[in-house]
């Protein structure tokens, strides 16, 4: 019987990461959960897929070991940090009006 390879989910999120629009598309998804670890695990993933904690510490002047915990669960990267992160993979922090649905009255 031959056997089937299923490639991992992983690989494939990494690859369309690897592009600007997906890597922002993915983080304001992951910022409309409302939750903070699934945005910093979020922003881990396209971290990865521009290049590595490697590189992004290279590029940010962070050591390797502290951008895993600043991108863990219970990691919490101050404002700059954070706007630092996005900058070496090519992203910034926006602010945006609230879009309210308004009822028919």
């Not at 990461?17 to 304001?28: D, I, K, V, W």
């Not at 219970?74 to 922090?93: C, D, Q, R, V, Y």
Request: net charge positive; aromatic share 4%.
């Amino acid at each position: 019987m031959k056997k089937v390879t299923i490639p991992s989910y992983k690989e494939d999120l990494l690859k369309m990461l690897s592009g600007p629009t997906h890597a922002e598309g993915y983080l304001n998804a992951a910022l409309e959960v409302d939750d903070k670890r699934t945005f910093l695990l979020a922003l881990r993933d396209v971290a990865e897929a521009q290049g590595g904690m490697t590189k992004l510490a290279r590029s940010t002047s962070i050591s390797r070991e502290h951008l895993y915990s600043l991108l863990s669960k219970k990691g919490n990267p101050g404002l700059e940090t954070l706007k630092n992160l996005l900058s070496a993979i090519g992203l910034k922090l926006a602010i945006e009006t609230k879009r309210e649905n308004k009822k028919a009255a």
